[in-house]
């Protein structure tokens, strides 16, 4: 099985990490992305949502993505 891990604060999760996460399943030929949030962006001075809101929409967000799990 090939598996991508992808990271990032996700504050909020949007498009562009959708297409870049669908890009680099087909590119790499990967089976699975896993989405990995982080508690704090390190070039962030903060954080706008919480942690626990942040995977709340990354859930919303990969609803139905079959090779996306955080």
């Known amino acids: 099985m090939r598996v991508g891990l992808f990271g990032g604060s996700f504050d909020p999760v949007h498009y562009g990490h959708l297409g870049l996460s669908q890009k680099a399943l087909h590119h790499f030929n990967l089976d699975l992305i896993i989405w990995i949030p982080s508690a704090q962006a390190p070039h962030k ?24 799990e955080i």
């Open 45 to 68: 001075d903060k954080v706008y949502a919480s942690f626990t809101d942040r995977v709340n929409m990354l859930r919303l967000a990969l609803q139905g993505k079959d090779q996306h």
